[in-house]
């Protein structure tokens, strides 16, 4: 039954809780929050001594903050007791409510487990609600909305009143314990907020730098960096392009973005640049300057991302490689031409024949029993009035042009027996009677008279003959047209699109471009020439068709050497 002065009590205590609470939502962290639970219990629920348990992440508890008594504080702050431990002294406890008593009488078992306590001895109670110092109070704090998830445990000791917490100041502990809960939550979210935002700050900060390094990088680097468009409608459109690729190419760049590299490449290299893998792919090729010229660069690609799930772009990294193409270009051509002319050498000579030349004879179904060879066809030196008329006007005139490429023939080598995209080489057939068929005529050109020239006056004459003499076989033959330095005083031109009459006009004109005099450091020299004519056709080796020019060119010189008896 009520006393009197209870209702007053009750009163007084009311606003008592309803400061500490109010001051558990001022609290700035979480620790501030821990030692204002602490504090409260003993502003404001009458008891001498708090301790706030907290659960760790590994669910043990740790005594978080203390209030009431320094030298208790100094002594158990910090310390940790394990979550076994605490769950049999709730477990153990006398429920009131939601909070767990353990009178001194049952307390005694708990003496040696690790959970931190303080207590001190006194006497027995001399009434049955007096407080015993081995009495134990806890008021278990509850995650909000969770169930049972335990945030810890605060325990309270010595009220000031020295007896037991009765109906209301039971109530009043329950909902300072689940003020406190809540305080808690709110504090470790804050916490977790701040450190979130510390850590997004420290990102972006993070970020920024590594996009300032990038920019750096990419602006500054010495070699052409681009970023282009991946995917999509624009796909390999340049969006970004550093300086050394700008100045490589000539080009602004707000022009720059107005292309992609499929619209620099050359025209020949197209297909490389579609070959090329966005991830980690390698092209070596050609790319527009803004005066119409090309440079060689080498591509190296990469994959970026803008964000996590943001586009992707691809980023290229250009490295200019016009020297290092020069000088490969420099070393094949050293490789496949003669150092002294300047010509095919003769392993360029057998390789531009051999991409002539396949396995299947082309007249393999069509040509049948005996007939003239088809294959040799000389020219022998039997007076030029019989050809006078059959190769005027230079080029325009006496045989009709074949094909004209840059490279050689402009034919693909056949081999391993694909015939499906290989034109076959034929050649006449008709011997000296041009029978209107054309073919790769090949003439085996052998200088007469050189060797005496060589020993008389010496090997720089020499060399100065041969120089002027692939001069001017180069100048007597089509663009398309290939002469050849086979060794020593001996050359071979070979001319696609020719009949047997074209042919033989040919090796008139080439002749009479060689007999007029060379001079020589002052002195004028001359020297003649032979030609034998052969012809290439599949189903022929490369030596077979060298040999038969060579058997017609000895066959003209011993030919004019009769001649020139017989005149003497």
């Known amino acids: 039954m009520e006393t009197e002065s209870e209702p007053y009590v009750r009163l007084s205590t009311l606003r008592q809780l309803h400061q500490v609470v109010a001051d558990l939502n001022t609290a700035r962290s979480l620790a501030d929050t821990l030692q204002t639970v602490a504090d409260g219990v003993v502003a404001g629920l009458n008891y001498q001594l708090a301790c706030v348990n907290l659960v760790r992440p590994d669910g043990d508890l740790v005594v978080a903050a203390f209030a009431g008594d320094p030298a208790a504080e100094a002594l158990i702050t910090g310390r940790v007791g394990s979550r076994e431990a605490w769950e049999r002294r709730l477990a153990m406890s006398v429920p009131w409510g939601d909070l767990r008593f353990i009178p001194h009488t049952e307390g005694w078992v708990l003496m040696d487990d690790d959970v931190p306590q303080w207590h001190t001895d006194g006497p027995a109670p001399r009434f049955e609600d007096e407080w015993h110092p081995h009495d134990r109070l806890y008021a278990p704090m509850y995650a909000s909305g969770t169930g049972q998830e335990l945030l810890g445990v605060i325990s309270v000791d010595r009220p000031r009143n020295g007896r037991h917490p009765g109906p209301w100041g039971q109530e009043a502990l329950q909902m300072y314990a689940s003020q406190s809960a809540i305080a808690i939550s709110n504090a470790r979210l ?10 997004l700050e420290r990102e972006q900060q993070a970020l920024r730098a590594s996009e300032e390094s990038f920019r750096q990088a990419f602006e500054y680097a010495p070699s052409g960096m681009a970023i282009a468009e991946l995917g999509g409608d624009q796909h390999g459109r340049l969006l970004r392009t550093n300086d050394a690729l700008c100045r490589l190419l000539g080009r602004p760049a707000s022009v720059m973005r107005r292309y992609s590299f499929a619209d620099l490449v050359h025209p ?20 527009g300057r803004r005066d119409g010229t090309y440079v060689w660069v080498s591509l190296r690609n990469s994959v970026v991302a803008d964000t996590a799930d943001g586009p992707r772009f691809l980023l290229t990294h250009v490295e200019d490689i016009e020297e290092r ?18 010509l095919p050498n003769s392993a360029e000579l057998r390789s531009r024949l051999s991409a002539r030349l396949c396995e299947r004879p082309a007249h393999a179904d069509a040509y049948q029993g005996p007939g003239p060879d088809p294959l040799p066809v000389a020219y022998e030196g039997g007076g030029y009035e019989a050809y006078e008329g059959g190769y005027e006007g230079g080029h325009d005139g006496g045989y009709e042009y074949g094909h004209e490429h840059e490279h050689g023939f402009g034919f693909e080598p056949a081999g391993g027996g694909a015939y499906d995209h290989h034109v076959h080489t034929v050649a006449p057939t008709g011997g000296d009677v041009d029978d209107g068929t054309k073919g790769l005529a090949v003439l085996f050109c052998d200088l007469d008279g050189f060797k005496s020239i060589n020993d008389r006056f010496g090997h720089h004459t020499g060399d100065a003959v041969l120089i002027e003499v692939a001069r001017r076989l180069t100048t007597g033959v089509r663009d398309g047209d290939t002469v050849a330095r086979l060794g020593g005083d001996e050359f071979v031109v070979l001319a696609d699109g020719l009949g047997s009459a074209d042919a033989a006009d040919l090796a008139v004109r080439l002749r009479n471009a060689i007999i007029p005099p060379i001079r020589v450091d002052g002195r004028a020299v001359r020297v003649g020439a032979s030609f034998g004519i052969g012809w290439a056709e599949c189903g022929m080796t490369v030596e077979e068709v060298l040999n038969s020019a060579d058997q017609r060119m000895y066959v003209e010189k011993r030919s004019r050497a009769k001649v020139h008896r017989r005149a003497g």
């Open 268 to 287: 020949e290299d197209i297909g490389t640049l579609l070959r090329t893998s966005a991830e980690g792919g390698r092209a070596e090729l050609r790319l």
């Open 190 to 199: 804050r916490s977790n907020m701040q450190r979130a935002l510390i850590r």
């Open 325 to 342: 193409k020069r000088h490969e270009l420099q070393l094949a051509h050293r490789a496949s031409h003669d150092a002294l002319t300047g």
